[in-house]
């Protein structure tokens, strides 16, 4: 069989390979629905996909953080930022990042709690040690499974370690601290 045959016997399979992968794509364009699509006939919120949000204000925080995930509550400290968030679906993984700046005039400690309410006790807890008369920063980045396609209740609460105060965001008669204060969840 010469070459030329070959290719007029492969020819029309590669066309109808190709077609039909064209229409594959065309149709799963057209059928298939979109996420907002599904959410209004489920009658659950469209996905949020991207939260962001900053908290410049200079704040004062004295209840003391426990720095023991076992012993830590959505009561401890001060809650800085909030909010829901509506993953694509139960098998998301979310990824947060958190940004958070605080100043304290003695030696203690500075303790982030992320609370969700998919999640018993804190999704994650951080501890850093922060000098007298300095400002620390906090940048922590985790993935945190959905687990369920309904609404999640995030708290990002703040406190010193032992008792004390911390200033978030630092004084406010002094420059802007390093990081500014800001959490950012994706659900990519």
Do not use: C
């Not at 999704?123 to 945190?144: G, M, Q």
């Amino acid at each position: 069989m010469s070459g030329s045959s070959r290719i007029r016997m492969v020819l029309p399979a590669v066309l109808i390979a190709v077609v039909a992968i064209g229409a594959y794509y065309l149709l799963t364009d057209l059928l298939v629905p979109s996420e907002e699509e599904i959410a209004a006939k489920t009658n659950l919120p469209a996905p949020t996909k991207i939260m962001a949000m900053e908290n410049s204000a200079h704040g004062q925080v004295s209840q003391v953080m426990p720095t023991d995930a076992n012993k830590v509550s959505p009561a401890d400290g001060a809650s800085f930022l909030g909010g829901t968030f509506v993953p694509r679906s139960k098998d998301s993984v979310l990824r947060v990042r958190v940004t958070l700046a605080g100043f304290s005039a003695e030696d203690n400690e500075m303790v982030l709690a992320v609370f969700a309410d998919n999640t018993p006790g804190p999704a994650r807890l951080v501890i850093k040690p922060v000098a007298a008369n300095s400002t620390v920063v906090i940048n922590e980045e985790f993935d945190l499974p959905a687990r369920l396609r309904d609404p999640i209740q995030f708290d990002f609460r703040v406190g010193p370690g032992r008792p004390g105060l911390i200033i978030l965001n630092g004084p406010s008669d002094q420059p802007a601290a390093e990081g500014r204060t800001t959490i950012k969840i994706t659900d990519e």
